[in-house]
């Protein structure tokens, strides 16, 4: 297990920072913050990043802030959040940037009443 001490790990620990006076949400802030650093090449797909209670530490906030925020970016397929409280970078910025854009893509489809499966048949018949 990585010690947030380690260089790599002190690098997006450096590039962290919430504003508590910024309207948008602290998790949302958190998920930012972890994003640009990954997007800086400040965190690289297959580098362990800190575990939750170090990020909170570091950011000033609930530990369960830092999970929500975690979360997000694993649905955008920037992290892996494996057993043992491994957290894995596994994309990069046009990762989570493609995944954003389809997931957008998919809800634009379900309000105009296409299913999920329609909406990949209609993709894959295109050029």
């Known amino acids: 297990m990585q010690d ?3 260089p790599s790990d002190q690098r997006v620990v450096q590039a962290l920072r919430i504003d508590r006076n910024d309207p948008t949400a602290l998790h949302e802030q958190a998920a930012a913050a972890i994003r640009r650093a990954i997007a800086d090449g400040e965190a690289v797909p ?3 990043i800190p575990q939750t209670r170090d990020l909170a530490a570091v950011l000033g906030i609930d530990r369960n802030t ?3 925020a975690l979360r997000l970016l694993r649905d955008e397929g920037l992290l892996e959040m494996g057993r043992g409280r491994a957290i894995t970078v596994t994309g990069n910025a046009d990762t989570g940037s493609v995944t954003t854009k389809a997931k957008e893509l998919l809800e634009y489809a379900r309000h105009r009443g296409y299913k999920r499966e329609e ?3 209609l993709i894959t018949r295109l050029p």
């Open 119 to 121: 909406l990949i048949a």
């Open 66 to 68: 830092v999970l929500r």
């Open 46 to 48: 297959g580098q362990r």
């Open 4 to 6: 947030v001490n380690e």
